[in-house]
């Protein structure tokens, strides 16, 4: 990546057209650079409309993302659940990549009150097989376990740092809202924010900070982490610390607003951003 772009998790809500293309285009007459594909709760673009959707982004110049389904358990105990969570990553990795995406993340897997190693190496074992599959159908996307915002979820910083130095084709996404749901407020400093940075320079190098997949939103949070995601204006997440270390670390990727006004806090990022020294 060549800048750090905002976008929105979706069609922003002021798109007159409700698919898939006005929302690239809604995107692109806001200013943004991005807009996510929501996989979240179904595959929701057909294989026959990929083309379309490609050539969209590519005539806007807006770059895709992509978040698969909720639903994904790579660490599931039955094997019909399992064995599900195995096609809807595959499938929302073809469909993103089809649809000229650059990236798609999802919560890996749930640690089902698992030893944390076993459950580590169960998920990196599945995401190798994805990667190898979508690289044998020709399909060339990066696959990331996405930070978890709550205590059962897979996917502490480290984890996913780590998962992703060694195993090919797979990247972080770092969404910092579940970081600081995650501490249960406490992280929320600016040296935080530039200690998570760091960890991903140590481990993944420059490249790690220039292939970024951040997701950004207001957060409330409980004692075992993420309740729900809010505007930024309305939670004490320190945004502001948080845009200047990404300002200072010199990154570049995208920044994907979850808030629920999703086009207003991606705004809002961008602005503090430029205006940041």
């Excluded at 992509?66 to 990795?93: C, D, F, I, M």
């Excluded at 993420?226 to 320190?238: A, F, G, S, T």
Aim: charged share 25%; hydrophobic share 35%.
């Amino acid at each position: 990546m060549k800048d750090l772009l905002f976008g929105t998790a979706g069609i922003p809500w002021s798109a007159k057209s409700g698919d898939t293309m006005g929302g690239i285009k809604e995107v692109k007459k806001l200013g943004l650079g991005s807009m996510e594909l929501e996989f979240v709760r179904s595959i929701n673009i057909r294989e026959s409309k990929t083309p379309e959707v490609k050539t969209a982004a590519e005539k806007e110049n807006i770059v895709l993302s992509a978040h698969g389904p909720y639903w994904v358990n790579l660490n599931a105990q039955k094997r019909e659940t399992l064995e599900a969570s195995r096609r809807w990553v595959l499938q929302s990795g073809r469909t993103a990549a089809l649809c000229g995406a650059w990236s798609i993340c999802f919560h890996a897997a749930y640690y089902m009150k698992q030893p944390h190693g076993s459950v580590y190496g169960q998920v990196k074992k599945e995401l190798e097989a994805a990667v190898k599959q979508l690289r044998g159908e020709g399909l060339s996307i990066w696959i990331r376990p996405e930070l978890g915002g709550k205590m059962s979820q897979f996917g502490g910083l480290e984890e996913i740092v780590r998962i992703s130095a060694e195993t090919e084709g797979v990247m972080p996404c770092i969404d910092f809202a579940h970081q600081h749901a995650r501490s249960m407020g406490k992280h929320n400093s600016y040296n935080d924010w530039s200690a998570d940075l760091a960890l991903v320079e140590k481990h993944l190098g420059r490249e790690g900070l220039e292939n970024m997949h951040i997701h950004a939103a207001g957060i409330e949070y409980g004692m075992s982490g993420e309740r729900n995601h809010v505007n930024l204006n309305d939670c004490k997440l320190n945004y502001t610390d948080l845009v200047q270390a990404w300002k200072d670390y010199k990154i570049k990727g995208v920044v994907i607003s979850e808030s629920p006004n999703i086009e207003e806090d991606a705004l809002l990022l961008q602005k503090t951003y430029n205006e940041l020294k």
